[in-house]
């Protein structure tokens, strides 16, 4: 798919985040707070969540992005973003934390294309969590050119 500001060709790819010490900190007001977090992200940057999904410690996107985003450019900025705002907008996070930080160093990121199409990739996303029931998809959307 072209976009049209940049006439490339969009990237999507799967990112799985966990929080720092597996907590379980994504009551439903942080989960909406995440939600609204990433709807924000994608007003000012060149990145759209296709999908957003939680479990009890980990956080699940699927994300389409122009060519000059690298996959680590996109999670660190989303990564950054999410938790100095959950910070803010919730201290008993922070408290529950130990005033550190929001999520582990780490992430798994992976493009979506030939061999793993986007069917593929939600039909993952939901099947995730230590119980399948505990995934909850906090947004979903469609493909689109910026």
Known sequence: MPCKRHNKSLLIYHFICPIKYRRSVLTDDVSLTSREICLE?????YIRFLEIG???NHAYFLIQSVPMNSPKKIISTVKSIRAKEIFRLHPEVKRQLWGGKFW???YYV???GQYVNEEVIIKY???QGQAKNKYTKIHSSQLSLF
């Open 110 to 112: 992976n493009t979506v």
């Open 104 to 106: 582990t160093s780490g």
């Open 54 to 56: 939680l479990d009890d």
């Open 41 to 45: 992200i994608e007003k000012r940057y």
């Open 125 to 127: 996303l939901q099947n």
